[in-house]
């Protein structure tokens, strides 16, 4: 049974509508990576799951319960991090850290000075002191505290620095182990490469496609560079060869991964002396959905 399930929800304001259709889910133990473009929608179907929108149409489940009518009940198993954290400027980040897990009713006193301590963070200091990467840091050290079975992440290492994203890293590492969820919400493709188990691309309001990352590379190209002994001849009358270029040392071309083999097999008659190839990454799925989409990337 899935512990968060999205069914058909649509959501309008107004006359626009903001989502159309989503469905998504999340099993436990798994985490799941959420992206697209900015005003694709990621942030309005957040704020439904957490109960702060009303879903227009649709079926929005957590834990079996139903997103906008019991949401209290819900909101005591899950803990959420905003892509831009907000807090109480004359309290310091330790007394927000505190005021957050009795919220949540945890008191893990020992998981909170290890985050602390992890994330580099100084709690004595007053929030309005604060720059946007440390106001993340004690959103994120309070969630990771807390006892929580769902993990609902929106662009949470906004302001983080590359040796923190990696603190992050293993925090979602470290739930995953211990059978819990993770929703993550990111514009970093890197990120969700490492983390997700799965993934769904939204764009305009709507599913546009979800797999795991296997799954969606049927989407991307492979980017090869070839030398051979002999000149490679009857490459473009090959399927999925794309972008052919004449380079010092040899051949440059993209390959649809799907018709990765067939292509090995007929440059491989030419007596290859060198062959580089770099695998495709979630960023060249992503940009090959929007590219070509003013003002969308």
């Given at each position: 049974?899935s512990?968060?399930?999205?069914?058909?929800?649509?959501?309008?304001?107004?006359?626009?509508?903001?989502?159309?259709?989503?469905?998504?889910?999340?099993?436990?133990?798994?985490?799941?990576?959420?992206?697209?473009?900015n005003?694709?929608?990621?942030?309005?179907?957040?704020?439904?799951?957490?109960?702060?929108?009303?879903?227009t149409?649709?079926?929005?489940?957590?834990f079996?319960?139903?997103?906008?009518?019991?949401?209290?009940?819900?909101?005591?198993?899950?803990?959420?991090?905003?892509?831009?954290?907000?807090?109480?400027?004359?309290?310091?980040?330790?007394?927000?850290?505190?005021i957050?897990?009795?919220?949540?009713?945890?008191?893990?006193?020992?998981?909170?000075?290890?985050?602390?301590?992890?994330?580099?963070?100084?709690?004595?200091?007053?929030?309005r002191?604060?720059?946007?990467?440390?106001?993340?840091?004690?959103?994120?050290?309070?969630?990771?505290?807390?006892?929580?079975?769902?993990?609902?992440?929106?662009?949470?290492?906004?302001?983080?620095?590359?040796?923190?994203?990696?603190?992050?890293?293993?925090?979602?590492?470290?739930?995953?182990?211990?059978?819990?969820?993770?929703?993550?919400?990111?514009?970093?493709?890197?990120?969700?490469?490492?983390?997700?188990?799965?993934?769904?691309?939204?764009?305009?309001?709507?599913?546009?496609?979800?797999?795991?990352?296997?799954?969606?590379?049927?989407?991307?190209?492979?980017?090869?560079?070839?030398?051979?002994?002999?000149?490679?001849?009857?490459?473009?009358?090959?399927?999925?060869?794309?972008?052919?270029?004449?380079?010092?040392?040899?051949?440059?071309?993209?390959?649809?991964?799907?018709?990765?083999?067939?292509?090995m097999?007929?440059?491989?008659q030419?007596?290859?002396?060198?062959?580089?190839?770099?695998?495709?990454?979630?960023?060249?799925?992503?940009?090959?959905?929007?590219?070509?989409?003013?003002?969308e990337?």
């Amino acid at each position: 049974m899935s512990l968060l399930s999205v069914t058909n929800l649509s959501k309008n304001f107004g006359k626009f509508t903001a989502l159309d259709g989503v469905n998504l889910e999340l099993n436990k133990g798994e985490v799941v990576g959420f992206i697209g473009p900015n005003g694709a929608g990621k942030s309005t179907t957040i704020r439904v799951l957490l109960g702060i929108l009303k879903a227009t149409k649709g079926e929005v489940k957590i834990f079996n319960k139903d997103a906008w009518h019991d949401a209290v009940d819900i909101h005591k198993r899950v803990a959420y991090v905003p892509g831009d954290v907000n807090l109480w400027p004359n309290l310091t980040g330790g007394e927000v850290i505190d005021i957050f897990l009795k919220l949540n009713g945890s008191a893990n006193r020992s998981k909170r000075e290890e985050l602390i301590k992890k994330f580099d963070l100084d709690p004595t200091k007053k929030c309005r002191t604060y720059s946007k990467g440390n106001r993340q840091k004690v959103a994120l050290v309070a969630a990771f505290s807390s006892d929580a079975d769902l993990f609902i992440l929106d662009e949470p290492t906004s302001g983080l620095d590359p040796l923190m994203e990696n603190v992050f890293q293993e925090c979602v590492m470290d739930v995953k182990e211990q059978g819990k969820s993770v929703l993550l919400s990111s514009h970093i493709l890197s990120e969700v490469e490492k983390l997700c188990d799965r993934v769904s691309i939204i764009r305009k309001g709507k599913i546009i496609e979800s797999g795991s990352l296997s799954e969606l590379r049927h989407l991307t190209r492979t980017q090869m560079l070839v030398d051979t002994r002999e000149p490679i001849t009857g490459l473009n009358e090959l399927q999925g060869i794309h972008e052919i270029e004449e380079r010092e040392h040899g051949l440059s071309f993209q390959v649809d991964t799907v018709q990765l083999e067939a292509v090995m097999k007929h440059i491989s008659q030419f007596g290859i002396v060198k062959l580089e190839s770099a695998p495709p990454t979630l960023e060249d799925l992503f940009m090959r959905h929007y590219e070509g989409v003013g003002g969308e990337r």
